[in-house]
Nanobody, 125 residues
Framework: VQLQASGGGLVQAGGSLRLSCVASGRTFGNGAVGWFRQGPGKEREFVATIRWNSMITYYADSVKGRFTISRDNAKNTVFLQMNSLKPEDTAVYYC???????????????????WGQGTQVTVSS
């Protein structure tokens, strides 16, 4: 399994970016594909995830209403649309996937067995 993340960059506060995660090698059945982020000096934290089959989405409270996660079936790609960006959103964003994740683990790093490389998002004030 390979996860290829892209789309990061430098943006001013209030701006938007769209991250992409291309998954190759398998699909994830009852699992999920999500995004985590790690800011400077911080632990890696959950951002959003989408169930592979049902496409049910989950968000961290800090991004709810500003970020939207979606999936393109044909391209095996998961997107993270990030609007109204804030300086505190600055982080390296990681794409992650897991084939069997129980609901209580959807927001936990340990629930995901596959990780992509990070993509840097920097929001200037």
């Amino acid at each position: 399994v390979q996860l290829q993340a892209s789309g990061g960059g430098l943006v001013q506060a209030g701006g938007s970016l769209r991250l992409s995660c291309v998954a190759s090698g398998r699909t994830f059945g009852n699992g999920a594909v999500g995004w985590f982020r790690q800011g400077p000096g911080k632990e890696r934290e959950f951002v959003a995830t989408i169930r592979w089959n049902s496409m049910i989405t989950y968000y961290a409270d800090s991004v709810k209403g500003r970020f939207t996660i979606s999936r393109d079936n044909a391209k095996n790609t998961v997107f993270l649309q990030m609007n109204s960006l804030k300086p505190e959103d600055t982080a390296v964003y990681y794409c992650a996937a897991g084939s069997r994740i129980i609901t209580s683990n959807l927001r936990q790093k340990a629930g995901y067995g596959y990780w992509g490389q990070g993509t840097q998002v920097t929001v200037s004030s």
